[in-house]
């Protein structure tokens, strides 16, 4: 099977062809082979079309427990410092029960807990070869059928 063929720069195509520009040859599958700027868009238009990727609405914001102090602060008529102490308060305590290990129910919202992983051997998709997980723990979120139903 002969090389394929290089492409021909723009500038060569007015000057004298060359040895490397004339080497054609025919596809093994019989059938003539086409002028090189063709047999590209050939095969772009028997590309299928792209499917269009629909817009979102408006962009993901990223929410802070500062935003949510001071529409807090707003709503209750509380100064915004007095807001974000009674926030940081919050996750200090929700923090030091997860650390106990203790199950944190939040009505309306879902239930945050500790689940241990044991250790594992796992395996490395590129080699195949086995690798050992240490054991961890990790923080699993339940939502709550109220928070499922409003999103």
């Known amino acids: 099977m002969p090389p394929a063929k290089k ?11 060359s040895k490397v520009a004339i080497r054609t040859a025919a596809p093994a599958t019989g059938k ?26 408006a962009p993901q914001t990223t929410i802070t427990l500062k935003h949510i102090a001071a529409e807090l602060a707003e709503e ?3 100064p ?4 974000e102490a009674v926030l940081d308060d919050f996750v200090a305590v929700v923090t030091r029960q997860l650390i106990k290990g203790d ?14 992983r044991p250790a594992r051997t796992a395996r ?8 050992e997980v240490a054991a961890s ?8 059928k109220e928070l499922k139903n409003a999103v």
């Open 76 to 78: 209750r008529a509380l």
């Open 124 to 131: 490395n998709p590129a080699t195949g070869e086995p690798v």
């Open 32 to 57: 003539a082979a086409a002028p090189p700027g063709k047999a590209a868009s050939a095969k772009k238009a028997a590309a299928p079309a792209k499917k269009a990727v629909p817009a979102e609405a």
């Open 103 to 116: 199950k944190i129910r939040l009505t309306g919202l879902g239930i945050l807990q500790v689940r241990d």
């Open 80 to 83: 915004k410092k007095v807001a």
């Open 137 to 144: 723990r990790k923080i699993a979120f339940r939502p709550a």
């Open 7 to 17: 492409p021909v720069p723009a500038a060569s195509k007015t000057a004298a062809p």
